[in-house]
């Protein structure tokens, strides 16, 4: 995944939370919250 693709990504990523069946998750991250959950380099 590219920075570029984010924004799709996260969009996915809420598609899933509105499921209710795809995470635990209840809201969408930031990109800067997400970028540090899923990067080692992010900081």
Do not use: S
Request: glycine fraction near 6%; charge should be negative; avoid cysteine.
């Amino acid at each position: 995944m590219e920075q570029k693709d984010l924004a799709e990504v996260l969009k996915i990523y809420e598609e899933g939370i509105e499921t209710g069946m795809a995470t635990f998750e209840t809201n969408l991250p930031n990109e800067r919250v997400w970028d540090k959950g899923h990067h080692e380099t992010a900081h």
